[in-house]
């Protein structure tokens, strides 16, 4: 009497399956990295449009002034925090009394963005202060719509494209911010406040 021989696989199959997941996934791993790196630097470009949007949102629905600190040295990697005035205007607000304790028990400090929690492994992140000279700005919205601004952290914030600061420079219509690996390796991604609008990310 003939026995059916029984399905199954033998062990040189099961060899070659093996090898080909093993390939496969070698072949994905350089790009998963890669997609994860790039995904990193997206979030922390959403996480600056969002808070310039609350800022602008929040003078609004407050009826203050509110400050959107950009300081290239803060973190190390340029830092954002943002901070709400006293008042409606941006130019009488006590902007070094409010801003001076930082963001630890300041309830005037709404949120701050900190690049250094957005690294992936051994890559850093960092935010640069896009075609203005001097590294540091202040962007100020006003609860009527109005948004100012002003080179460095001190001085009268304007609302149009020149700023009066002693380093110079030109808006063109928003500030703008490269968010970028500490290497410089990679795709920058861009963002911009513009002179009364909402933030947003800048292809």
């Given at each position: 009497m003939l026995r059916r021989s029984q399905?199954?696989?033998?062990?040189?199959?099961?060899?070659?399956?093996?090898?080909?997941?093993g390939l496969t996934v070698a072949i994905a791993l350089p790009g998963m990295g890669r997609a994860r790196v790039e995904a990193k630097s997206n979030e922390l470009a959403l996480e600056l449009v969002r808070l310039g949007r609350q800022g602008r949102a929040a003078a609004a629905g407050y009826g203050r002034a509110h400050l959107f600190r950009f300081d290239a040295d803060l973190f190390g990697r340029g830092g954002?925090?943002?901070?709400?005035?006293?008042?409606?205007?941006?130019?009488?607000?006590?902007?070094?009394t409010i801003t001076g304790p930082g963001c630890n028990g300041n309830l005037?400090?709404?949120?701050?963005?900190?690049?250094?929690?957005?690294?992936?492994?051994?890559?850093?992140y960092q935010v640069i202060l896009d075609g203005l000279a001097g590294g540091d700005v202040d962007v100020c919205f006003e609860p009527n719509g109005t948004t100012r601004w002003r080179q460095g952290f001190f001085g009268r914030f304007v609302v149009d494209n020149i700023s009066t600061a002693a380093v110079g420079g030109n808006a063109q219509g928003g500030i703008r911010f490269r968010i970028q690996r500490s290497d410089g390796n990679g795709v920058a991604r861009r963002m911009v406040i513009p002179l009364g609008g909402d933030a947003r990310i800048v292809r």
């Open positions: 399905a199954g696989f033998t062990l040189l199959e099961l060899m070659v399956v093996v090898s080909i997941v954002v925090r943002l901070f709400r005035g006293i008042n409606n205007n941006c130019n009488t607000n006590d902007w070094p005037n400090c709404l949120a701050e963005v900190n690049p250094v929690n957005w690294e992936a492994g051994s890559i850093q």
